[in-house]
């Protein structure tokens, strides 16, 4: 019992490291790792080092930095070409950034955040980093509203205790989300104007499965001289929507369309 319980604690200690690497800097030193995941030098060197030997962490011969090794790359393949949300949404995604020229992404719900399986960068929205496996907060995205309009308003007390401010338009308060929320499902998209980050704009609509729940989102974001909102929301909307439907469709959802034209989203952006 007692092999047990330290195989055990090396494996917690072991994913802790890696779990760091994903917090923020993606160069770290051993007294980096060490203190963030509560360890000593010693140990933290160590559980390094096996993490190297096994290709989870790569080591800079110069500057002695770790950074996440590439073989973590074949875990995440595997993972978002197993999933059903990532298998639909993936194509229909990648059309409407190319459509639209702005970001296209996809999240679904961990707990209290939200999960980006997937995002394209549209030629006016370009990213330098990847978001694909970052995290983001629900009550401050328009993807988050998407996802949480499949809760009731208890339900999402219980979920999200705190609703920090990232902007001085972030939603705050609970009777504020419940608004926003409503709006969501009433006309069956959800907008967010830097309520996260000061000078971005989103899209986004919730994704169903056979079920009928709620399961993901899909939104198009950008820079606000891009997204446009003031002139372009109902079309970027109907694209939204359109898409979304096209991604529940295919989890098997049979519910009414949300969108009554039958146009596709490219014959509304070029109208």
């Not at 459509?99 to 006016?124: M, P």
């Not at 499949?150 to 219980?158: A, D, F, I, M, N």
């Not at 990232?166 to 705050?172: A, I, K, Q, S």
């Not at 989203?265 to 109208?271: D, F, I, L, R, T």
Request: one cysteine or more.
């Amino acid at each position: 019992m007692a092999s047990e319980t330290s195989s055990n604690q090396s494996v917690e200690r072991a994913l802790g490291v890696l779990r760091v690497f994903t917090a923020g800097r993606a160069e770290l030193r051993v007294s980096d790792v060490a203190s963030a995941v509560g360890l000593t030098l010693s140990t933290a060197s160590r559980l390094l080092a096996t993490l190297e030997t096994a290709g989870f962490v790569d080591r800079d011969p110069v500057s002695g930095l770790y950074r996440l090794g590439l073989d973590m790359v074949s875990f995440g393949g595997a993972v978002l070409n197993s999933h059903p949300v990532h298998r639909e949404a993936r194509q229909v995604a990648q059309n409407l950034a190319a459509e639209l020229g702005l970001g296209a992404n996809v999240a679904i719900r961990r707990g209290d955040e939200l999960f980006y399986l997937l995002n394209f960068e549209g030629r006016s929205a370009p990213r330098p980093f990847v978001l694909s496996g970052q995290r983001n907060p629900l009550h401050s995205t328009g993807l988050g509203k998407a996802l949480l309009s499949g809760l009731s308003p208890t339900e999402r007390r219980v979920l999200l205790e705190d609703l920090p401010a990232y902007t001085p338009r972030t939603v705050t308060t609970h009777a504020a989300l419940d608004e926003a929320i409503a709006q969501t499902v009433a006309r069956g998209y959800a907008s967010e104007v830097e309520e996260l980050a000061l000078g971005r704009a989103c899209v986004a609509a919730a994704i169903r499965d056979g079920s009928g729940a709620v399961v993901a989102a899909l939104s198009v974001s950008g820079p606000l001289s891009a997204i446009d909102l003031q002139n372009r929301e109902a079309v970027l909307a109907r694209a939204v929507i359109e898409a979304a439907d096209s991604i529940s469709m295919g989890l098997g959802y049979h519910g009414p369309a949300r969108v009554p034209s039958q146009q596709s989203y490219a014959e509304v952006w070029q109208s």
